[in-house]
C-alpha cells in the first residue's frame, strides 16, 4: 500500500482536537509519561540567567502538586534538561511623550528535554515570550515550560507505539532537501543511531527542489520536502510515496533598530506589497496602520529571497498568494521563481545572516532560525484578524483550526481558521522511491520511519517544531507497517 495520500478525512478528526487541546503539549507525551512522579530539574544552560530559570522551574512544578522535584538524580523517574537564551532587543520609553526613561526589552527562548531513566525522551517542549507578559521575562518563560510539562504529565495521554527493533548490518541511508526541518531531522538521525547503532543518516539540507531532483536520480534514498506531492510533475509523483513528519512555522524576520524591540505587525496585504515591490518604505501607510506608536523609519525596505529551489519559499509563496490576488496572477506558489524584488541569499542561514548583517530588512526563515541567530520576527494578522506570532502554541492552533474536510495531498494549514492560529504554518514530508533494490536499506528506512512516527515525535517541540496530531501520525504508522 502506498503512502502518497495525507488523509485527514481517514482519521477521527474531534478526537485530534481534543488530543491537541490540552495545554498545547500533549503531543510530545509518552506512553509512560503518566507515571512520572518525581523530577530532577537539572542545571539550566542559559548564559547569565542560570539560577533564576532553575529555580522559577522548580518552585513552579513544586507548587503543581502533580511532581515532586527532588535533588539526587538517582532517585528521580525523569531528568528535566533545559536550555534557553534571552536577549536584550531595544529600549522602549513606557510613555511615548517622554523619552526620559526606559524600559528594556527582552526576547528569548527556553527548550526543555524530559528524559526517563532508560535515557528516552518522554517529552520536549520550547516556549517563547507569551504576548501580553506582565512578569520578567525569565518567570514568564519559566512559567510557561512547567505549565505545559504538568499538563503533559497529568493528561498521560500515549503516543502510538512502533514494533520492537529488528537485528541487521551496518547501513548508511543518505538524504537530502528541505532546509525547514533540517534541525529536528539531524537530532533525529543523532538520536536514533544511539538506538540503533550500526545504522547511520545523512542529510544535507540543500532546499526542497535540488533533493528531489537527488532523488530523482538515484543520488539519495530519500528527500526532505516541503511542497506537497500533488505539485510535482507526473513522472516524479507516480515514481515516489510522502510521509509528513512534523509541522513548522515560516517567520518574517526583520532588522529595524527604529522600533527598539517592539514586536511589529504586518498584515499578509503588506508583506505580499513588499515582496511585489508595490511598498518599498517601512513608513508607508499600509505598514503604519498595523503599528500605531511605532517609530518606522522613511527608509527603503532591504527584501532578502531565497536563491535556492527551496520548500520554504513554497509556504511563503502560497500564502502570498492566499492574500493577494495580484501575487497569485503575477507570480503564484513556486519554489523558486523570478522575484520581482530584493536581493538572493543561500538557504536559511544566508536569509537570516543577510537580514541580521543589513538595517532596515525583512526575509523569511522556519522559526527556529530566527530564535537561533536571535533575529526579531513579526507577528503576523491571521484569518480572524488578530496579530500572532508563530510558536508552539500558535502553529499547534493552526492545525486544530484546520477544515476537517481537506483531504489528500492538497491539505493545508495555510491561513487557517482561530483566533489565535499563525497563519503561516505548514506540514514538511519525506519522500521516497517506490521501488528498492537494496534490502537492507529499505529494512533499515522502514524501521526508522516507525521510530520517527513514534519515538521521534516526543523529541521535535524542544527545537520549535509541532508533532503530527496523534491520529494522523498512528494513521501513517499503519500505512509504514504495510509497506514492503
Known sequence: MKCRRFVFGSVVWCTILVLLAVGGSSAAGAQSLGTVHTIFVAPVEASGYSQALGKRITEQLERSGSLRVVSDPSAADAVLHTSGSIWVSGTVSPNLRSNTTHEVNYQGNL???LISRDRQTLWSYMVTP??????????DLADQLAAHLVAAVRSGIPFPT????????????????????????LKWFESYAQARPGVTILYDPVGSETGIERLNAGAVDFAGSDIPISTLPGSTASSVFALPTVLAAIVPIFNLPSLDGRTLNLTPEAIAGIYSGTIRKWNDPAIRESNHGAHLPDADIAVFHRSDGSGTTYIWTSFLSLASPDWKSRYGAHPDLS???GSPAQGSDGIAQAVNQTPNSIGYVELIFALQHRINFAAVRNRSGQFVKASIQSVSDAVSAAAS?????????LNARGRDAYPISAFTWIFLPEQSSDAAKRAAMMEFLRWMLTSGQKECQALGYVPLPRQ?????????????
Open 405 to 413: 474536510a481537506e483531504e489528500g495531498d492538497n491539505v493545508s494549514i
Open 472 to 484: 494522523v501520525a498512528a494513521h501513517h504508522l499503519d500505512l509504514v507497517n504495510q509497506l514492503k
Open 339 to 341: 522575484w520581482p524584488v
Open 162 to 185: 512502533s514494533a520492537g527493533a529488528t537485528a541487521g548490518s551496518s547501513v548508511t541511508i543518505r538524504g537530502a532537501g528541505s532546509t525547514l526541518p533540517a534541525p529536528v531531522y
Open 130 to 139: 507569551s504576548h501580553l507578559r506582565s512578569t520578567s521575562i525569565t518567570d
Open 111 to 113: 527548550s526543555a528535554e
